[in-house]
């Protein structure tokens, strides 16, 4: 029994929900801007709301499931990233740590509140950025991407894991894992100063310009000398800041180049345009153009550069990107080709992965989306929505059994207090037929 509609589907923040027992909306398509971020009304929650419906979910089913009651539920799936990703400038690998912002404040500013509207902070979203932008660029670090790794790190300042927000404490230091809550900072701005200085002891022998307020400064130098001083590459944080972490660096580079996206406004678009003129046979201007055309709602017109753009050279990049213009105009066909054309192209592209696996679920096409997930729960093993994807489609295959255990997974190991998660753990527990 279908309870749902495939009609369309939302292209969303990450950090939303849609709901597989309503009728999906897409954002306009007119000629007003896109705004990303919209979720399925009908089962949107309040974060209030959400902790006061919060339920004990055990590692098991407590008693029988009523399984006709779980065939006939309206499960929750993660919303598909919905921002556009720009060619990449360089090699990865070749990113240093220390260098100059590339992403302004305003752009991080919009970032973060596209993910996560209501971030749990001690400060205002600008005040947060406006610290980092400070503490790193007093020390030469690269602002916005040491903000992309706090992103990474908190959840976009959802946390859900050991570190509570008010902590201060946006890189993890201390939180070793067995509910050690790590370090706690007064102040926001302390709190950023010591991510600052943790990433100078990993790159530079140099002190840093203030107060030492890093806690594991010190320690580093005396215990890991492998490690003081030596990293000079994001990437080269790998295993090393997180363990495994073998693709960590990437992840916050990936996360870097969806920050520096151009937005919708006139400025944007006049000089994205003018970028296309200058160069009319580089496929990145066209990229750009497309990019800043998306966001101010011109979604033909975007389309048109990313044709022109795969045309002059084919890419990952202008793939996705083109997928989700056809998310908004309700084009699921032509959008999972153009996923399937990124994947082909860079299979370390985690988005189009994940994206193409919601696209799987509202085709019923339960162990194809299953696939896709655990490709993006590869690459990414912090992404809950995945696994909330992989527990949905394991429900609709009627294994609840697997479905119970990838939803305690998100919240249990992963440490997500994902609201789609909470919301299919809810539908589970009303399943438990009383004793």
């Known amino acids: 029994m279908k309870t749902f509609s495939k009609a369309a589907l939302i292209s969303a923040s990450a950090a939303g929900f849609l709901c597989l027992g309503c009728f999906f909306a897409s954002p306009d398509t007119g000629s007003s801007a896109y705004v990303p971020g919209a979720t399925c009304g009908a089962r949107a929650h ?9 339920v004990e979910f055990p590692s098991a089913p407590p008693g029988e499931l009523d399984k006709a009651k779980l065939d006939a539920a309206a499960w929750a799936m993660g919303a598909s990233y919905s921002t556009p990703v720009l060619p990449k400038s360089g090699d990865l690998e070749d990113v240093t740590i220390f260098g100059r912002a590339e992403a302004t404040e305003n752009q991080m500013v919009d970032f973060i509140l596209r993910r996560n509207p209501a971030p749990s902070l001690s400060c205002t979203v600008e005040e947060i950025v406006g610290y980092y932008y400070e503490e790193a660029g007093r020390e030469g670090i690269r602002a916005d991407i040491a903000l992309c790794q706090a992103c990474k790190e908190t959840g976009f300042f959802k946390y859900g894991g050991d570190v509570t927000p008010d902590q201060n ?26 991510h600052i200085q943790h990433l100078m002891v990993y790159t530079t022998t140099r002190r840093p310009e203030t107060e030492i307020v890093d806690p594991r400064y010190e320690l580093v130098i005396e215990r890991r000398p492998d490690i003081h001083g030596i990293v000079k590459m994001w990437t080269g944080l790998n295993g090393k800041w997180a363990v495994p972490g073998t693709y960590y660096g990437q992840d916050i580079l990936n996360l870097w180049r969806q920050a520096k996206v151009p937005d919708g406004s006139p400025t944007s678009l006049l ?26 709602g011109q979604t033909e017109r975007a389309i048109l550069d990313y044709d022109k753009a795969i045309e002059l050279s084919p890419s990952a990049e202008a793939y996705f990107d083109r997928a989700l213009c056809y998310e908004v105009l309700k084009d699921l066909a032509k959008a999972e080709a153009d996923y399937t054309a990124a994947v082909a192209l860079d299979p370390m592209m985690p988005q189009p992965w994940y994206n193409r696996g919601n696209l799987y679920l509202l085709a019923d096409r339960w162990q194809s989306a299953i696939g896709d997930f655990e490709r993006e729960l590869a690459l990414n093993p912090q992404m809950a929505d995945a696994r909330v994807g992989i527990g949905l489609a394991h429900a609709k295959l009627g294994d609840y059994e697997a479905a119970w255990k990838d939803f305690y997974t998100v919240t249990n190991e992963i440490h997500d207090n994902n609201e789609a998660a909470l919301e299919n753990q809810r539908i589970m527990m009303s399943a438990v037929k009383k004793k």
Request: charged fraction near 30%; hydrophobic fraction near 35%; proline fraction near 5%.
């Open 46 to 54: 309040d974060k209030k709301n959400k902790a006061e419906e919060k």
């Open 169 to 194: 404490n946006y890189c993890g230091l201390g939180a070793t894992g067995n509910h050690e809550p790590g370090a706690r900072f007064e102040t926001a701005q302390l709190g950023v100063r010591a």
């Open 271 to 296: 000089n994205a345009s003018e970028a296309v003129r200058r160069a009319p046979n580089d496929p990145n201007a066209y990229i750009r153009r497309a990019v800043a055309r998306f966001y101010a």
